[in-house]
């Protein structure tokens, strides 16, 4: 079995950083690419950025410049560092993956239960 938790939300004043974390647990041989999501209340999903098996990243460009998408291949993890976060960065944060169980297993995609972040003015 194999589970996304996501970690790290929380309340923040404006200007201020938080950085997620979103750890893949059970049987995991690699996350193959793992990518971010954000909801808030009324509005349809978004994207907020994606790092590759091959470490490369991108973000959405209403964040680019203030979030970056690392990992940690040993700790099977992946991070969103946000700084400069503005009122409008609130919402839930979902982290969505394609893991491989073994160096043979075909890959499976997974969602965290997310976790919420709340920037205040």
């Known amino acids: 079995q194999v589970q996304l938790v996501e970690s790290g939300g929380g309340l923040v004043q404006a200007g201020g950083s938080l950085r997620l974390s979103c750890a893949a647990s059970?049987?995991?041989?690699?996350?193959?690419?793992g990518v971010w999501y954000r909801q808030a209340p009324g509005k349809e999903r978004e994207w907020v950025g994606i790092?590759?098996?091959?470490?490369?990243?991108d973000t959405a460009n209403s964040v680019r410049g203030r979030f970056t998408i690392s990992r940690d291949n040993a700790k099977n993890t992946v991070y969103l560092q946000m700084t400069s976060l503005k009122p409008e960065d609130t919402a839930m944060y979902y982290c969505?993956?394609?893991?491989?169980?073994?160096?043979?297993?075909?890959?499976?995609?997974?969602w965290g239960q997310g976790t919420q972040v709340t920037v205040s003015s």
């Open positions: 059970g049987s995991v041989f690699s996350i193959d690419a």
């Open positions: 969505n993956a394609d893991i491989r169980q073994s160096s043979s297993s075909f890959r499976r995609n997974y």
């Open positions: 790092i590759t098996s091959a470490g490369i990243t």
